[in-house]
């Protein structure tokens, strides 16, 4: 593979994190464009998802129309267990759109948590026009840069509850909420559940109550 490393490619199956998948994206990046600064050559990032007859392929590529498979496959965790019947509205953002720019605040925003980010502040780190970055974010994941930012907090969220013993106002604020209530109402809208009964759902004291 002329000028560039070995190529990782990072596995998007069904239920992965996908903060781990933005975080293992933003590492590898950051340390080919160290190793390019001082002289080496380019990592390779790929992400591989199935299609329709359950067949993987590339569908994000830093050096697209090289052929080859990927030296390294990557499968990103998850933290909530196996998928069940049961399970709650998860956020599974769209990263395999192809818009580099609109990629790039997907993952800033992931670091960021979304907290205190604002549309000047995305379009800003997107390196757009406002318009313009209002209307390439919606085309390319969806939704809103405003509904997309909640989104991430909202899963932050739901991790907060299943992983720690914080109250539901130190988790609101956590990700960003003076208010408590309005925090609350936004989680019940968005995955089904209230902080608390999704706690006595799915977090962890539960998990392992069940299993014993």
């Avoid at 293992?24 to 464009?33: E, F, H, K, W």
């Avoid at 790039?104 to 205190?116: D, F, N, S």
Wanted: charged residues 25%; neutral net charge; glycine residues 10%.
């Amino acid at each position: 593979m002329p000028g560039t490393a070995a190529e990782v490619g990072i596995l998007l199956y069904r239920g992965c994190q996908s903060a781990m998948v933005h975080g293992l994206t933003d590492m590898l990046v950051t340390a080919s464009d160290f190793s390019v600064a001082h002289g080496g050559r380019a990592l390779r990032l790929s992400h591989w998802e199935p299609d329709q007859a359950g067949a993987f392929g590339r569908s994000f590529d830093t050096h697209p129309g090289v052929s080859g498979l990927a030296d390294f496959i990557v499968a990103p965790g998850r933290l909530s267990g196996p998928v069940t019947a049961e399970e709650a509205i998860p956020f599974a953002p769209r990263l395999t759109h192809g818009d580099e720019a609109i990629l790039k605040v997907q993952h800033w925003l992931q670091l960021k948590g979304a907290r205190a980010v604002g549309v000047v502040d995305m379009a800003r780190e997107a390196g757009l026009e406002e318009r313009t970055f209002l209307r390439r974010f919606k085309a390319a994941t969806g939704v809103k840069p405003t509904e997309y930012a909640q989104c991430v907090r909202m899963e932050k969220a739901r991790e907060l509850l299943q992983f720690t013993k914080r109250t539901v106002d130190q988790i609101a604020w956590s990700v960003g909420y003076e208010d408590a209530a309005a925090f609350r109402r936004v989680f019940g809208r968005l995955v089904g559940l209230s902080p608390g009964d999704y706690r006595r759902r799915f977090g962890a004291e539960h998990e392992v109550a069940v299993a014993a």
